[in-house]
């Protein structure tokens, strides 16, 4: 059974910085690229950022420069070190593997809160 869970949300102030963890079981870790998407209230789920088997990473011009996604394949985790917050940042954080499909994500966490206030 594979399982995501996600922590590390809350409540931040504009400007603060949060970093999100999610531990992945039930699978080989090692052998999937990882993803990390935003759903805020009212809007459809939106891509953040991607880490590969081999560590390249890909952002969204939304976050770049200001998150950082990582990984920690002896601890199956996958981070998103989130700094520099904006109210705009504010909704439920997933986390996801990917597919043998690029860009096709499989197995989902249940999602964290980030809130940042103005």
């Known amino acids: 059974q594979v399982q995501l869970v996600e922590s590390g949300g809350g409540l931040v102030q504009a400007g603060g910085s949060l970093r999100l963890s999610c531990v992945v079981s039930?699978?080989?870790?090692?052998?999937?690229?990882m993803g990390w998407f935003r759903q805020a209230p009212g809007q459809e789920r939106e891509f953040l950022a991607r880490?590969?088997?081999?560590?390249?990473?890909t952002y969204a011009d939304s976050v770049k420069g200001r998150f950082t996604i990582s990984r920690d394949n002896a601890k199956n985790t996958v981070y998103l070190e989130m700094n520099s917050l904006k109210p705009e940042d504010t909704g439920v954080y997933y986390c996801?593997?990917?597919?043998?499909?690029?860009?096709?994500?499989?197995?989902w966490g249940q999602g964290t809160q980030v809130t940042v206030s103005s």
């Open positions: 880490i590969s088997r081999s560590e390249m990473r």
């Open positions: 039930g699978l080989s870790f090692s052998a999937y690229a």
């Open positions: 996801a593997t990917e597919s043998s499909v690029a860009g096709r994500y499989t197995f």
